[in-house]
Every structure is written in C-alpha cells, then in structure tokens.
T-cell receptor, first 108, second 115 residues
C-alpha cells in the first residue's frame, strides 16, 4: 500500500528565512507532485517531478526528487507572507495519494 | 486546457436527503475520474475511482451504497451522497485523468454542508 508522509505538518516562520518541507513515500511510483492549497480553495499544481534527480524551481520554491531514497523536498527561499498556505506532496501509482499536508504560516 | 469543473460549488442540504455533485472535464475526455473528500484541516482522501461505462472502485472504508458514483460519459462523472448526515459535511474534490498524457487534473471542489 502506498503511503506518503510529510514533515513538518505545521511550520511557522519569519519572512526572509529559508526552510524545507520533506516528503517520503513507501513504494516506487512514476511521478511526484507538489500542490498548494489556500483556505476554502481547491489545489493549485506547483510541480510535477518525474525522474531521479529532478529539480524544478518557480520563484522562491524549489522541488527535488530522489527516487532511490523515495524522498522529495520543497525548499522555500527567503519566505514572504504570500506563501502562507498548505502544501501537499502527492505520489502517483495508478492513482494519486496525498500526504497529510504542511500548513505554512509566514509571519511578517 | 485540461479544465475540470464541478457543480455545485457549494450546497446545503437537510439530514436524510440526497445530493448530487457533478464533475466535468471541459476540454478533454476522461475515461477515469477520481473522487476525493477533505475534512477541515485534513488531507485529501481518495474515495473512489470512476471508470466510464463500468462500476466504480471504492477505497476501503467508503460505503458504496451511500456514495453512488456514475460515470456515464467521457466527460461527466457524478457523485450522489444518499441519506446525507452531518458527518458527511466535507469538501468533495474530483479529478479527471486525460487519455493522452495520463495526467490528473483537479476540479475546484464542492463544499457540502448537511444540517
């Protein structure tokens, strides 16, 4: 059974700081996703990572994938308040299974 | 491209009644659609996988007689919550998978409140 674990589940940080969210998954899969969710809204797709060593960056967010370790990271650089949201990693093995999410609160 | 819509976006119903939620792929065909449920401050939990023209596959612990899924066409799947109770109040999100890229796209969600 595919399991996806994220940590931390809650993160409060100051603007301007860097931090990393970790995502571990239990079995091989063919792709890994990172999504953002704002309160009351559906999912916004951030990254799709397909292969070992994949790294993608968009603004202050950078995602990477290590398929051998079954680990993905979402790195936030110089956080700003607008990045406050819940971030989910999700793994696909025929169907997409989500981690529990990381609630990110960035203090001005 | 690859837009998924849901209707309604928000619904309030009384306990004991049934409510239907529609999920449509607007600009692509989807042989497979997925239904997720999200309780407040929790993750998305997959409820069922819906295949066009065949019976849905439900995840463990999901009552198939309570959550009726119909996928009658390549662009429409419906979820009917029968005899709804307050504990069914949740955010229901559908997702459709494209035939070509095998990629899944998520709808905007339907917030169900059962009073």
């Amino acid at each position: 059974e595919l399991k996806v674990e994220q940590n931390p589940l809650f993160l409060s940080m100051q603007e301007g700081k860097n931090y990393t969210i970790y995502c571990n998954y239990s079995t091989t899969s063919d792709r890994l996703y990172w999504y953002r969710q704002d309160p009351g809204k559906s999912l916004e797709s951030l990254f799709v990572l397909l292969s070992n060593g994949a790294v993608k960056q968009e603004g202050r967010l950078m995602a990477s994938l290590d398929t051998k370790a079954r680990l993905s990271t979402l790195h936030i650089t110089a956080a700003v308040h607008d990045l406050s949201a819940t971030y989910f990693c999700a793994v696909r093995k025929d169907k997409i299974i989500f981690g529990k999410g990381t609630r990110l609160h960035i203090l001005p | 491209g690859a837009v998924v819509s849901q209707h309604p976006s928000r619904v309030i119903c009384k306990s004991g009644t049934s409510v239907k939620i529609e999920c449509r792929s607007l600009d692509f065909q989807a042989t497979t659609m997925f239904w997720y449920r999200q309780f407040p401050k929790q993750s998305l939990m997959l409820m069922a996988t819906s295949n066009e023209g065949s019976k849905a596959t439900y995840e463990q612990g999901v009552e198939k007689d309570k959550f009726l899924i119909n996928h009658a066409s390549l662009t429409l799947s419906t979820l009917t919550v029968t005899s709804a109770h307050p504990e069914d109040s949740s955010f229901y999100i559908c997702s459709a998978r494209t035939l070509s890229s095998y990629e899944q796209y998520f709808g905007p969600g339907t917030r169900l409140t059962v009073t």
